[in-house]
T-cell receptor, first 113, second 109 residues
């Protein structure tokens, strides 16, 4: 069965902390994505990666960076967390060829205080 | 990426057929149309995908007219558990997706 896992379901951090959100997929997918979801704004794409060590900015990359050292793992990094980064973060993956469906993880609800 | 427009919300009673229409006037030749479903506190889940005409699976049907400028997701005989947000997405093969705000469907007894 297809599986995308995220390191935490709930996370509380303080302003200025460095935050790591981890995402792992076990489907050998090439493409991985990070979204954030906020009420009234829908899902917005932060970063995505089509291959190991490769990354592309999405619609709202400011304040975030990513790392993809291994095919199965895609990390989202908040270099210095701010309160406006309080949100639900969703990771997804998909096969490289064809359109295919995106498989989503359960999400991490991050609160920055 | 093609811009999509879909209703913000819809209401239905159990047992009825629900049709959610999505407008995508500037769809490109290599774009596919994909629909996702999202329940509260969960990630979106793929429902159906198509390029033209009609696609049907065990969950839903997708109707796409010849000009492809719109599409309709049809959910037969909805139940309370179909209450969710439904997203229409249009993108070329392998491209990152813009989910937008979706349509919030409420099914009541």
């Amino acid at each position: 069965d297809v599986k995308v896992t995220q390191s935490s379901r709930y996370l509380v951090k303080r302003t200025g902390e460095k935050v790591f959100l981890e995402c792992v997929q076990d489907m050998d997918h090439e493409n991985m994505f990070w979204y954030r979801q906020d009420p009234g704004l829908g899902l917005r794409l932060i970063y995505f990666s089509y291959d190991v060590k490769m990354k592309e900015k999405g619609d709202i990359p400011e304040g975030y960076s990513v790392s993809r050292e291994k095919k199965e793992r895609f990390s989202l990094i908040l270099e210095s967390a701010s309160t406006n980064q309080t949100s639900m973060y969703l990771c997804a993956s998909t096969l490289g060829t064809g359109v295919g469906e995106q498989y989503f993880g359960p999400g991490t609800r991050l609160t920055v205080t | 990426l093609a811009k999509t427009t879909q209703p913000i919300s819809m209401d239905s009673y159990e047992g009825q057929e629900v049709n959610i229409t999505c407008s995508h006037n500037n769809i490109a030749t290599n774009d596919y149309i994909t629909w996702y479903q999202q329940f509260p506190s969960q990630g979106p889940r793929f429902i159906i995908q198509g390029y033209k005409t009609k696609v049907t699976n065990e969950v839903a049907s997708l109707f796409i007219p010849a000009d492809r400028k719109s599409s309709t997701l049809s959910l037969p005989r909805v139940s309370l558990s179909d209450t969710a947000v439904y997203y229409c997405l249009v993108a070329p093969s392998g491209y990152a997706l813009n989910f937008g705000k979706g349509t919030s469907l409420l099914v009541t007894p």
